[in-house]
T-cell receptor, first 114, second 110 residues
Framework: EAQVTQNPRYLITVTGKKLTVTCSQN?????MSWYRQDPGLGLRQIYY???????DKGDVPEGYKVSRKEKRNFPLILESPSPNQTSLYFC???FGGGSNQPQHFGDGTRLSIL | QKEVEQNSGPLSVPEGAIASLNCTYS??????FFWYRQYSGKSPELIMF????GDKEDGRFTAQLNKASQYVSLLIRDSQPSDSATYLC??????????FGKGTTLSVSS
């Protein structure tokens, strides 16, 4: 089954404790992206990657890191999480090396930073 | 800062009516436009996408682009209670980033 898999689905943690949210897709998609969704602010792009070793900042990259060492994986790293990073996070992927194709979304990761 | 704007709603329509959702975008060079549906607590799912070369119809859904006025619309014919959700408009920015509107909540009453 074609899918984008995020882990964990839910996480409650404390300020300053490094965490990684994994994202993996099995569709051989070139483009991958991370979003956060907050009430009243909608979906905002954090980082995107157009292919292996190619990443770029979206609208709200502060406090986040990403890497794209393999085509299928695109982890989101919070080096020193803070309460303002409490949010619902989505990973997505699409065919082709840009954002011109429809994106497939993972099921989301709900992060709470205390 | 490129922007995509949607009326937050709620847009309320009776079952069987036509629901019309609109989205305006600021980047005149945008060429790819997407409509996603999102149920509460779920991930966005693609409804329609169009490119700058024309409108598109798929079953009960029609997506239309007005490049001169820089807006995209989604028409839902014969609206059903199951169409009640938040509809997100997204616009590709130079084929790299993807900008989403904040979404319009649609409520279809039976």
């Amino acid at each position: 089954e074609a899918q984008v898999t995020q882990n964990p689905r839910y996480l409650i943690t404390v300020t300053g404790k490094k965490l990684t949210v994994t994202c993996s897709q099995n569709m051989n998609h070139e483009y991958m992206s991370w979003y956060r969704q907050d009430p009243g602010l909608g979906l905002r792009q954090i980082y995107y990657s157009m292919n292996v070793e190619v990443t770029d900042k979206g609208d709200v990259p502060e406090g986040y890191k990403v890497s794209r060492k393999e085509k299928r994986n695109f982890p989101l790293i919070l080096e020193s999480p803070s309460p303002n990073q409490t949010s619902l996070y989505f990973c997505a992927s699409s065919f082709g090396g840009g954002s011109n194709q429809p994106q497939h979304f993972g099921d989301g990761t709900r992060l709470s930073i205390l | 800062q490129k922007e995509v704007e949607q009326n937050s709603g709620p847009l309320s329509v009776p079952e069987g009516a036509i629901a019309s959702l609109n989205c305006t975008y600021s980047d005149r060079g945008s060429q790819s436009f997407f409509w996603y549906r999102q149920y509460s607590g779920k991930s966005p799912e693609l409804i329609m996408f169009i490119y700058s070369n024309g409108d598109k119809e798929d079953g009960r859904f029609t997506a239309q682009l007005n490049k001169a006025s820089q807006y995209v619309s989604l028409l839902i014919r014969d609206s059903q209670p199951s169409d009640s959700a938040t509809y997100l408009c997204a616009v590709s920015q130079a084929g790299t980033a993807l900008i989403f509107g904040k979404g319009t909540t649609l409520s279809v009453s039976s």
